[in-house]
């Protein structure tokens, strides 16, 4: 075929679509031009003008049937077609505003829910991780039987690094915050880490300007250079273009800036003092240590590393561990360990993954409901228009062409729908990332995308074909002959249509219960992590951090004094009840582990070690943060330098190291060959804090007191417990802390409650969506009852007539079409609690305190489902009761 | 009224093309001209030719364009394309091999 035959074809097909009117009135011009043109050949042949006209219009035969037949040629039948059920199913649509707005609006619901959640999940989930090649960067720990993920000890990062053959780099890197001062205004606390060379590298990250760290930077002694965020040297530095090789004052010590690293450098996250990925860090400085390389027992580096192309995790992992044991031939702090090698993406959104999918479940049967809802709508109206459709089946309508009739107005619906849905999408996609949980990863590569919208238009569509082919398929089965002789008054479409319809509900209902099961533990769930204990009293208290600089506050005994001073300071300010000072606060995710210590009189069990996770505290601490005293004492005035070395622990240690015993007066040391003054003697038992609300139990703890602390802990959190309103104490705090040393930055000034409640957001929010759409879920199904009892019963009202001819009260027929609700309603909870019972499995990690088999919890939803087909089949019941005996007497 | 199927079925498609591969025509024009020509044997009705014009052009083979005709009005008048002209020459070049084929056949049942 030639090019310009094709051009001809497009153009003709193009010209019969889009000129439809022009097209159509040259047909008819072209038509009646020969009709005349015979006309006058009949006059010239001597008929007069009429006879003419009438012979040549006879020749000619039905004009309207040419036209047709022409229009045929024109083989844009199926678009002409397509436009016209388009224009037929506008009209019926229209003809039926509740019908269409009730089915519209569900399928926008649950279209725009579905298209929010995936814009979550297509952010965090599916898109790549914003690193060159992230698939192929992983996260190493430790593992031992105590600890599942733990960080490495730097001498045997070393040995890894240099002996690996997995990788194409490896680097540590640790979190140390830094104070910068002598920049112009206050001193800042930058978040800052200490990062081996090749750090940079690893992420595949270049600095805009200047260099990475070199190898011999790691040497003790040379690592004063550091490497500045974009944020940092625009805020701090005004941008100056000359920075590289400018001294900066960090920790009141003189830094090399070597270089600036561009704007939008994510931080990959780590788990040990943690800092969440995409967080802010502000500086980064290279990783220097000393001391014995065959003393392994200290771990406080984190892992990563960049595989070489091909090379699997499991491969590196087995690399990793061939090493590590050879290694603990060498080395006794090397004994114990496995490494647990996890990819950056799992170590990131793992956390979230089951949640997020168990969200996109939800919100999937949410959409199934609506499909069977709609269909089920459909099907009722399919129902009534039952004479319709067999007067065109008689009249000629093929099968197919009913068929894609009826599929152009499910199409319309869903179009409808899913243009609506994109919208409420747009605006619940901000409302989900504004309410999801504190420290959700990856919230800024959350946005609509094409890819988003690519979603909301595919299952748009998908549904309008689901939810209109089965309607489509059962109405176009009608029997024309059947369907005309029935003569409207039991046209019921047959008892198939009837069971099809019913089965629909059954189905709705038993997925609404599955997704009202969900919410329902999700909920006991939730109640039960509010009502448990948590140890602690999180109102009115002040909390805040500060550093101190190891450089002017070396010595244990600086670091002490300071933070007494600061305390005697704090407790003088006007409004504060008791002011206190530790490593920690609750729930923030603090888990410093000590093991391996001696208690005396005991040995650990074969294989363990005793361990506890280690603090230090401020006299008054314990009372500051409300934990309670179990027995013996809080620390007080007593516990100095000198004196005799005091602990207290907590409850579960207690119990686990020294069952059934007064442990008040036991000692423990943390030397292998303790003198009489290396012994700790317990003083006070305190109640049990778990480290998160939703840990299984509480860990073994204890605290060391601040003025005997075996080592400087120089960044320490400040608790304020107030009388009243606590933000009042805020330049209070500020003040004191610059009038003893004005090169300190108070940082991360919260209310404790803030920070308790944070850790509730990711059950809150499951809970809430979940809860949302078990709620939609319940009022499709409701409609969906109601639909088919109230088509019943309009269908029935001739024999409810004869019925109450027959003594039938009124009672009796409320109860007979109750119960048919009712009926419909109990076998879609048998099917809904059966399958809550097979998938109720997935839930178990998301609960706290609850079984997703939870029995008062199905008992509940059975009962809710019940309840709801009751109030949904009344309102037809009602109906029934005024069916008139009359009326269907006189039918018959 | 005779139809289409009354034609060999495609013949009236070659008498249409060979009809205007002379010159433009109209569609009343074309009617008459083949009956004339057939001294009146075949007689293609309106109900035939109009939606077989428009098949040709839907397929690009003839081109309608507008015109006074000799009667001094406006009327269709269709053309052959390049793409017709091949065309013709296929449906010709069709036709004698199915009429020659008919004939031996034919023949072949009279001399037995």
């Known amino acids: 075929m030639t090019a310009g035959r094709w051009w001809d074809v497009v153009r003709m097909r193009f010209r019969s679509l889009t000129k439809r009117r022009r097209v159509e009135t040259e047909l008819d011009k072209e038509l009646r031009y020969h009709v005349e043109r015979q006309t006058e050949e009949n006059i010239a042949a001597g008929m007069n003008a009429r006879e003419a006209r009438e012979a040549a219009s006879r020749i000619f035969g039905g004009v309207s049937q040419i036209e047709e037949e022409c229009r045929d040629m024109r083989r844009t039948q199926y678009l002409e077609n397509f436009s016209q059920d388009l224009r037929y199913a506008v009209r019926t649509l229209g003809k039926n505003p509740t019908f269409t707005v009730v089915i519209v609006l569900t399928l926008a619901l649950s279209i725009g829910a579905n298209s929010a959640i995936f814009g979550v999940i297509d952010g965090v989930l599916l898109k790549p991780l914003p690193y060159p090649q992230a698939e ?22 070393l040995d890894f690094r240099a002996r690996n053959r997995s990788f194409e780099g490896f680097a540590v890197y640790t979190h140390a915050d830094m104070q910068l001062s002598g920049a112009g205004g206050d001193p800042v606390k ?4 200490r990062i081996s060379s090749g750090y940079f590298q690893v992420l595949g990250l270049h600095p805009a300007m200047g260099r990475e760290f070199d190898f011999s930077e790691e040497r003790p002694g040379n690592g004063n250079v550091v490497i500045l965020s974009d944020r940092v040297w625009r805020n701090q530095f005004g941008a100056t273009a000359d920075i590289l090789g400018k001294k900066v004052l960090l920790e009141s010590r003189p830094f090399t800036v070597v270089g600036v690293m561009p704007p939008g450098v994510d931080h990959p996250g780590n788990s040990y003092n943690s800092v969440a990925y995409g967080d802010t860090v502000d500086a980064w400085t290279p990783f220097t240590f000393d001391g014995n390389p065959n003393n392994r027992g200290s771990h406080y580096v984190e892992g990563i590393g960049r595989l070489k192309p091909g090379v699997t995790e499991e491969q590196a992992a087995a690399d990793f561990n061939g090493l590590m044991r050879e290694m603990a031939t060498q080395h006794e702090g090397d004994k114990g360990w496995t490494i647990y090698m996890v990819p950056l ?12 999918l168990v969200l996109l479940g939800a919100v999937g049967l949410v959409l199934l409901i609506a499909c069977v809802n709609a ?11 039952h004479r319709e459709v067999a007067m065109r089946a008689a009249l000629g309508a093929s099968r197919g062409r009913l068929v894609r009739q ?21 605006v619940g996609l901000r409302v989900l990332v504004a309410f999801l949980p504190a420290g959700f990863p990856r919230l800024d590569a959350i946005h609509m995308s094409g890819i988003v919208f690519g979603f909301t238009a595919a299952i748009a569509l998908a549904t309008g074909l689901i939810f209109g082919l089965v309607p489509a398929v059962q109405a176009s089965r009608t029997d024309p002959q059947q369907g005309l002789r029935d003569g409207g008054r039991s046209s019921t479409g047959g008892g198939r249509q009837t069971r099809l319809r019913a089965a629909l509900v059954v189905g709705e209902v038993g997925l609404a219960c599955l997704l009202l099961v969900g919410a329902g533990v999700l909920l006991r769930s939730f109640v039960n ?11 009115h208290v002040l909390t805040a951090e500060i550093a101190l600089p190891d450089a002017t506050y070396k010595a244990k005994a600086a670091v002490a004094d300071f933070y007494t001073r600061m305390l005697a300071n704090l407790s003088a300010l006007p409004g504060t009840r008791s002011a206190a000072a530790g490593t920690d606060l609750p729930w923030t995710g603090y888990d410093e582990n000590m093991g391996g210590f001696t208690i005396e009189g005991k040995t650990p069990p074969p294989n363990e070690e005793f361990h506890a996770r280690y603090h230090t505290a401020s006299p008054d601490y314990f009372r500051a943060v409300g934990i309670p005293l179990v027995r013996g004492r809080f620390f007080d005035e007593r516990d100095k330098k000198d004196s005799q070395r005091t602990l207290i622990i907590n409850d579960v240690m207690a119990r686990r190291y020294w069952p059934g015993e007064d442990v008040i007066g036991k000692r423990i040391t943390f030397d292998d060959n303790p003198k009489e003054s290396d012994w700790f003697t317990v003083v006070g038992v305190v109640g049990d804090v778990k480290d998160k609300p939703e840990s299984a139990a509480a860990e073994p703890a204890f605290w060391w007191p601040l003025m005997q602390q075996p080592f400087p802990f120089r960044s320490m959190t400040i608790a304020l417990r107030a009388n009243g309103d606590p933000t009042l104490l805020t330049d209070g705090v500020r003040s004191v802390v610059r009038k003893l040393d004005p090169s300190l930055a108070v940082a991360h000034v919260k209310l404790m409650d803030k920070i308790a409640d944070e850790n509730f957001s990711t059950p809150r929010f499951a809970l809430f969506l979940v809860g949302l759409f078990a709620g939609l879920a319940l009022v499709l199904a409701a409609i969906g009852i109601y639909g088919v009892i109230s088509y019943s019963v309009s269908q029935r009202m001739h024999e409810f007539g004869m019925r109450v001819a027959l003594g039938a009260s009124s009672g009796n027929l409320l109860g007979m079409v109750m119960r048919q609700g009712v009926l419909l309603a109990g076998i879609g909870v048998v099917i809904g609690i059966g399958s809550a019972l097979l998938f109720g499995g997935v839930l178990d990690s998301l609960l ?13 939803v059975g009962a809710l489902a019940v309840v709801t087909a009751t109030l949904a089949s009344f309102p037809s019941a009602r109906r029934a009761t005024g069916a008139d005996p009359m009326t269907s007497l006189r039918a018959e | 009224m005779s139809k289409p199927s009354d034609l060999i079925q495609g013949t009236l498609d070659l008498l249409i093309l060979k009809t205007i ?14 009956q004339q020509v057939s001294k009146e044997v075949l007689q293609v009705t309106q109900g035939a030719l109009y939606p077989a014009l428009h098949r040709l052009e839907q397929q690009g083979w003839v081109r309608g364009t507008w015109r006074e005709s000799e009667s001094g009005r406006e009327a269709k008048f269709y053309s052959l394309t390049k793409a017709g002209r091949v065309q013709l020459d296929k449906e010709l070049e069709q036709w004698q091999r199915l009429s020659s084929a008919v004939v031996l056949v034919i023949n072949a049942g009279q001399e037995a």
Not at chain 1, 848 to 860: E, F, N, Q, W
Request: aromatic share 10%; hydrophobic share 55%.
């Open chain 1, 848 to 860: 706290y305190g609850v079984s997703a088999r939870d029995p008062l919890t199905l008992i509940g």
């Open chain 1, 375 to 385: 269909a089920n709508l459909l099907l009722a109206r399919a129902a009534a228009r």
């Open chain 1, 406 to 426: 009826m599929l152009a107005e499910s199409l319309l619906v869903s179009v409808l729908g899913g243009a609506l849905g994109a919208m409420l999408a747009i």
């Open chain 1, 190 to 193: 930058l978040s800052a880490f």
């Open chain 1, 345 to 356: 993406f799992k170590e990131i959104v793992g956390p979230v993954h089951k949640m997020l």
């Open chain 1, 529 to 539: 992590l509010l009502k448990s204990d948590s140890g602690f009293r999180p109102e």
């Open chain 1, 136 to 157: 192929r960067i992983a996260r190493v720990f430790y593992r031992s039987t105590a600890y599942p993920k733990f960080p490495l000890n730097p001498w045997d990062f």
């Open chain 2, 21 to 34: 591969a002379l010159e433009p025509m109209h569609g009343w024009a074309i009617a008459k001209r083949i």
